[in-house]
């Protein structure tokens, strides 16, 4: 009476007795896609089971990947930008340097970088010499975890 069949990528449906009656058993079946090389920018360190690999905050993952295009591509960037510019150069040149600058990744630019603590990953007040914000840079030297630093008594 009973016969249950599968229709590929569907998943399994369970006929009743009625023939225009066919009801669901579970949800559609969906590939998972094929599992991704690591990209050339994603250095793991200290691996953690899931989630960032390491890294204090998505914000300090996607602050390194900047950092490396910049490496890769600052001084073409600088270079065409140079060129774009000039107002000696013909003007064909200019145009072509326009068009492979405008090819670029955007955060090619020294400018687009921005300093981050390597703590908490906070964007602001951060102590440029230690690389931590001014929070844990007061919290490490009261607690005398930093040498050569004391807290500033008048």
């Known amino acids: 009476m009973f016969s249950s069949f599968n229709l590929g990528k569907i998943g399994p449906l369970v006929q009743c007795r009625f023939a ?6 579970s949800k559609p079946v969906i590939p998972k896609p094929p599992k991704q090389p690591p990209k ?5 360190w200290n691996p953690q089971p899931g989630g960032l690999q390491g890294w204090t905050d998505w ?4 602050n390194y990947r900047n950092r490396q295009i910049c490496v890769e591509w600052g001084l073409e960037h600088t270079l065409l930008k140079a060129m774009k510019n000039q107002v ?5 040149i200019q145009e072509l340097a326009m068009e492979d600058f405008h090819a670029m ?5 020294y400018l687009t970088l921005h300093e981050r ?7 602001t007040g951060v102590v440029r010499n230690w690389r931590i914000s001014r929070f844990f840079f007061r919290h490490l030297s009261d607690y005398n975890k930093m040498s ?7």
Do not use: F, N, Q, T
């Not at 225009?20 to 058993?25: D, F, I």
């Not at 050569?148 to 008048?154: E, K, L, Q, T």
């Open 105 to 109: 990744p955007i955060h090619a630019a």
């Open 20 to 25: 225009s009656h066919a009801v669901m058993k």
């Open 88 to 92: 000696i150069l013909p003007r064909e």
């Open 59 to 62: 914000r300090m993952k996607k």
């Open 40 to 44: 050339k920018y994603d250095i793991e």
């Open 117 to 123: 603590c390597a703590i908490s990953s906070r964007g």
């Open 148 to 154: 050569g630093v004391r807290r500033g008594i008048w």
